[in-house]
Structures are given as structure tokens and as C-alpha cells.
């Protein structure tokens, strides 16, 4: 069974940085596209990043582009998420999911896919 376990999140200051993780257990990593989504407090569920099995494509959403950074690590069955210049509006719960869907310009996740448990992420002015 694949199980996604996200971490990292916390309480942190704007301005700061910090890196999120999503290790999946239960099957081969490297064999799933991945994707973050966040959902900010009182709004809809958003796409934020994601890249490939290889590593080498990568997509964000335009208003995390610059400041974070999607990465893997097949070799520890990890995603990671940095995080830099924090402001208060990346507050939300962030998750991570496999990505079987293209949508022409990124990789999405849809029901189908497998999802981790959230992460929560506070960002304080």
C-alpha cells in the first residue's frame, strides 16, 4: 500500500525558510510524478508545484515561482518543498501527492492518485 508521510511544517516568521518532506513507503517512488497542493484557511485547494519522475521538469504555480523549489530524492523516496522569503499568505496546510494527470502545462493530482496526510505551515507578519 503507498503511503505519503509530509513533514516540515511549523510556525514560522516571514521572511524565514524551510523545506517540507513527503517520504512514500509502500511502493516505487521513482515510478510516480509528484505534486504539492495547499489549502489556505477558508479557500479552495491549490496547485503549487510539481515535477517528474526524473527530476528534470519542473512546474510552480506563478505566485510561488522565485522563492520555492521542488525537488526528489529517489534514492530516499522523498519530496521535498523549499521554502524562502515565507509570507503570511503561504500560510495553509500543504500536501503532497502523486501526479497522474498532465494538464498541458504541469502535472496535477486527481482522486485516483495517492495523497499524504498534510503538513501545516504558519507563517506570522
Known amino acids: 500500500e503507498v503511503q505519503l508521510q509530509a513533514s516540515g511544517g511549523g510556525e514560522v516568521q516571514a521572511g524565514g525558510s524551510l523545506t517540507l518532506s513527503c517520504k512514500m513507503t509502500g511502493f516505487t517512488f521513482s515510478a510516480f510524478d509528484m505534486t504539492w497542493v495547499r489549502r489556505a484557511p477558508g479557500k479552495d485547494r491549490e496547485w503549487v508545484s510539481s515535477?517528474?519522475?526524473?527530476?528534470?521538469?519542473?512546474y510552480y504555480t506563478d505566485s510561488v515561482k522565485g522563492r520555492f523549489t521542488i525537488s526528489r530524492d529517489n534514492a530516499k523516496n522523498t519530496l521535498y518543498l523549499q521554502i524562502n522569503n515565507l509570507k503570511p499568505e503561504d500560510t495553509a496546510v500543504y500536501y503532497c501527492?502523486?501526479?497522474?494527470?498532465?494538464?498541458?502545462?504541469?502535472?496535477?493530482?486527481?482522486?485516483?492518485?495517492?495523497w499524504g496526510q498534510g503538513t501545516e505551515l504558519t507563517v506570522s507578519s
Open positions: 515535477i517528474n519522475r526524473e527530476g528534470d521538469l519542473i
Open positions: 501527492a502523486t501526479a497522474s494527470y498532465f494538464s498541458g502545462d504541469h502535472f496535477f493530482a486527481g482522486n485516483s492518485d495517492y
